[in-house]
């Protein structure tokens, strides 16, 4: 029934169904089979409130003496001991595939070599013609960044013309603190973060008193 005899523990009827549930076979047909069981003296019922419990019948299993379960736990703390060194192998050879997975292939070293190698020669070209008094950027491309670095400078200045009319507009018949009424609304200006517009306006290109 179910290994009972091998497992040797308290089992109930609703118990024996639930595992023999699989096998298509009913708690009606459990409940006769442990009741026959019981009439042979195979297993024995007893009951605990309006719970019944059966169990194998003791007398088929032999006790074992001091010695015998002495070698039982000395077995036993064997089997957990080799138990903890596989799992310690287990969790060794994991660490060891993870790290091998974030590694990189010999064909993936080798690729990564080459392109490495490639932009090092990229740069040494780079700062060879630096050292030779090359000229990197050709005249038109200097002009056209500074064209557009000199478009946004004028639309910075644009904005900060707008908002200091807006803002002595606004405040002009007003006596509360102005510090405290910016700071309570949310606004910063280039003054409180100390931005001085006039320090960005000189890093441009110089131009010629004849106009190049």
Known sequence: MIGMGQQNRPLNVQ????????NGIKKTAVQKVMDTLAANGKISFKDYGKQRVCMADQTQFEIPDIDELDAMKKQNDQLLADVAAVRSRVSELESGLKSAETNLTLDAVVKKTKELGSEVETMETKVQALREGSVLVTPEERLEVQAAY????GVWRKRKKIYHELWGMITESMTENLKDLKEEIGIETDEDVRCNITDFSNLGVKKQKNGF
């Open 15 to 22: 118990m024996v169904a639930d595992a023999l549930q699989k």
């Open 150 to 153: 000199d478009l946004k400078l």
